[in-house]
T-cell receptor, first 117, second 112 residues
């Protein structure tokens, strides 16, 4: 238990569907992140939020839409996805954005497995 | 940017000490070095972090030479459950995406 909870753990959706991934952190952190990990590939940083404001957006297609209503919750809204978007989506948090340094470790959730059919 | 270079894979046997080295020739003065462990289908987990010299915790040691251009993660007496991917990240304590950017990591396989 890392203090970062993701739901659902598994999601199958059609290319025309709209769904959302949810992340909640119970650590009192100010920063939250979305990562994508495709099979046998490194983690790709998608979005960075600090105090509910988006800090980084690494050229992610608009079919992925993040939302951070408060510093404890982060959503990833999905619409008109492609089969190549099938991957493990990981949420993470840290005290301040950027990770690293004493007391600013990144904590990851268990991930949400997404399959686009 | 302090790009990191790690071996792609390593094999070891149960009970041995494993050392994984990460090169970061362009490390900046305010950069920290952090190591994570990732099992299949799970998020990475923090192992250890350091700035200089040696750091030890209950699971690993981190050796950083004086020039800080490399670091070595040492896992004592590994077991089969230590089979995982290990990542080395370098960057400042906050305010930068560098400590958020994972490379390919090192696949450690522990054999019986």
């Amino acid at each position: 238990e890392t203090g970062v909870t993701q739901t659902p753990r598994h999601l199958v959706m059609g290319m025309t569907n709209k769904k959302s991934l949810k992340c909640e952190q119970h650590l009192g952190h100010n920063a939250m992140y979305w990562y994508k990990q495709s099979a046998k590939k490194p983690l790709e940083l998608m979005f960075v939020y600090s105090l509910e404001e988006r800090v980084e957006n690494n050229s992610v297609p608009s079919r992925f839409s993040p939302e951070c209503p408060n510093s404890s919750h982060l959503f990833l809204h999905l619409h008109t996805l492609q089969p190549e978007d099938s991957a493990l989506y990981l949420c993470a948090s840290s005290q301040d954005w950027g990770g690293g340094g004493t007391g600013n470790t990144i904590y990851f959730g268990e991930g949400s497995w997404l399959t686009v059919v | 940017l302090a790009k990191t270079t790690q071996p792609i894979s390593m094999d070891s046997y149960e009970g041995q000490e494993v050392n994984i080295t990460c090169s970061h020739n362009n490390i900046a003065t305010n950069d920290y070095i952090t190591w994570y462990q990732q099992f299949p289908s799970q998020g990475p987990r923090f192992i250890i972090q350091g700035y200089k010299t040696k750091v030890t915790n209950e699971v690993a040691s981190l050796f950083i030479p004086a020039d800080r251009k490399s670091s070595t993660l040492s896992l004592p007496r590994v077991s089969l459950s230590d089979t995982a991917v290990y990542y080395c990240l370098v960057g400042p304590s906050s305010g930068s995406a560098r400590q958020l950017t994972f490379g390919s990591g090192t696949q450690l396989t522990v054999l019986p």
